[in-house]
């Protein structure tokens, strides 16, 4: 069975502009969860996505979106990026109970 | 509030010891699923154990080994016979049934020494 897949793997922007990160989850997981890993603020629960529904959200700014479609591969979008938005951005992959948490290999988002 | 506290922040040993890795762990729900993950310098979490809050029994994988006591609110990770492939930084996380999210320590860096 194939992991969790997240593209880009690195991406570098600037103050202001907007990023759009890709997770697809295992085969046959309809849960997705994003996390924000910093090296001062550690690693954060952003938000998870149920049958293309937010379920849960943690206590990100509105900058912070996501979506997930209907093969439940997910988005995540951060506009007006910010110096401190740069972060290792993690997704993870659930079955329906969401409890399963597998891991992709992360988007390094450096912001400039 | 949920917590993890992982009060090690860095653990240094020389190859075939045994370490064990603290986590603490607060939460007011009875039903709950504690983590461990490893992340080596890659970035990826790899994931190790998960047991939820009912199950207190001990589990050995391999070298490894996990001790979960509700009474103290500890679920601790031993690694016997360490390896230098196991650097890494460990993680302990806590989620509840309800929210789905995990919270995690800080973790705690391991070096080993050849």
């Known amino acids: 069975k194939a992991g969790v897949t997240q593209t880009p793997r690195y991406l570098i922007k600037t103050r202001g502009q907007q990023v759009t990160l890709s997770c697809s989850p295992i085969s046959g997981h309809r849960s997705v969860s994003w996390y924000q890993q910093t090296p001062g603020q550690g690693l954060q629960f952003l938000f998870e996505?149920?049958?293309?529904?937010?379920?849960n959200k943690g206590n990100f700014p509105g900058r912070f979106s996501g979506r997930q479609f209907s093969n439940s591969r997910s988005e995540m979008n951060v506009s007006t990026l910010e110096l401190g938005d740069s972060a290792l951005y993690l997704c993870a992959s659930g079955g329906d109970r969401g409890i399963e948490q597998f891991f992709g290999p992360g988007t390094r988002l450096t912001v400039l | 509030a949920q917590k993890v506290t992982q009060a090690q922040t860095e653990i240094s040993v020389v190859e075939k010891e045994d370490v064990t890795l603290d986590c603490v762990y607060e939460?007011?729900?009875?039903?709950?699923?504690l983590f461990w993950y490893k992340q080596p310098p890659s970035g990826e979490l790899v994931f190790l154990i998960r047991?939820?809050?009912?199950?207190?029994q001990n589990e050995i994988s391999g070298r490894y080994s996990w001790n979960f006591q509700k009474s103290t609110s500890s679920f601790n990770f031993t690694i016997t016979a360490s390896q230098v492939v196991d650097s890494a930084v460990y993680f302990c996380a806590l989620m509840d049934t309800g929210r789905r999210a995990l919270t995690f320590g800080s973790g705690t860096r391991l070096q080993v020494q050849p």
């Open positions: 047991r939820n809050s009912f199950d207190e």
């Open positions: 996505y149920f049958s293309e529904t937010q379920r």
């Open positions: 939460t007011r729900d009875t039903t709950y699923y």
